[in-house]
């Protein structure tokens, strides 16, 4: 999306999907949708039901909500993005967010803006010293118009 951006001349979509892409690497792969097997879920179409293999993304209840909100935004643009690059390779199965719960710990060294604050809340101070949280400020970007913010 930024080689996109800037093809087009677009700084602010630049500086945006290079904040996304700094926000990637502070997460990790710990920090990311917890996804349970392969599962088969019914979709229903008009007139059928269809069977279809898929991920199970679970909910991650220890992360700032503004991460799904997120992540979705960005799998919606990834959506775009198919349609500018030719895709190669096999396809990957489809994944469908679910309401349970995921039993994964959350990482450490996160900053604090990063957990979800009722989660915060409900810990001990032991607790909260031993996620070693990174105390300084980060600012969770709006990208409710994309190049908000």
Not at 73 to 87: H, N, S
Not at 103 to 113: C, E, K, L, N, Q
Request: with cysteine; charged share 20%.
């Amino acid at each position: 999306m930024i080689q996109v951006c800037e093809e087009h001349h677009n700084n602010d979509g630049v500086a945006f999907w290079q904040w996304v892409l700094h926000v990637l690497d502070l997460a990790g792969l710990e920090f990311m949708s917890d996804e349970d097997g392969t599962t088969i879920f019914n979709e229903t179409q008009p007139n059928r039901i269809l069977s279809i293999p898929a991920k199970e993304v679970l909910m991650l209840q220890w992360r700032h909500p503004y991460f799904l909100k997120l992540f979705t935004f960005i799998d919606v643009t990834t959506g775009i993005e198919e349609m500018i690059f030719q895709k190669t390779g096999k396809a990957a199965l489809k994944r469908i967010r679910s309401q349970r719960i995921s039993s994964w710990g959350p990482p450490t060294g996160r900053p604090v803006a990063f957990y979800a604050p009722v989660y915060l809340k409900n810990l001990t101070i032991p607790q909260k010293a031993s996620l070693k949280m990174d105390e300084a400020e980060f600012l969770l970007r709006s990208f409710e118009g994309y190049l908000d913010g």
